[in-house]
């Protein structure tokens, strides 16, 4: 059996030719690969990182394009799923790779408590 994750009733699975796709609820198949379908991955975010990234899981979490998806959550300006995306972060060390990024992101629509967290959990030191 090839390697498959469930999610709030969805799937990421990788086929016989090595490529990821998800299957939405309504069963349709996307390419994962090929387009950008975060606005249908950020349930993924509902998920614990370390569940997500266990070892039964690691063909899939190695090809998911996991910093476009938390880029893609914060930048959607909604703070749930920014929410979610810092746990990630936090959780997962990946400020590294986020905080030049970070720096260019208008923070304006965010709560007070929600800014101090971005700007502490991608260690910004120089506020916009």
Known sequence: MNEQYFFSGMRLFIDKENTLFLEGGSGKI???EK???SMFLLPL??????????????????RLRIIDLLKFSIENKMEYW?????DWIETGGLYPVLTE????????????????????????RSYP
């Not at 975010?45 to 190695?62: A, C, G, T």
């Not at 920014?82 to 810092?86: G, K, T, Y």
């Not at 720096?103 to 629509?109: A, D, G, L, N, Y």
């Open 30 to 32: 996307y390419n994962v």
């Open 35 to 37: 387009y950008d379908y």
């Open 45 to 62: 975010l509902e998920v614990p990182y370390d569940d997500f990234f266990s070892q039964k899981n690691m063909k899939i979490s190695e």
């Open 82 to 86: 920014a929410e979610l995306a810092l």
């Open 101 to 124: 990024w970070g720096k260019t992101i208008e923070t304006k629509w965010m709560s007070q408590k929600l800014k101090h967290r971005f700007w502490k959990t991608l260690r910004i």
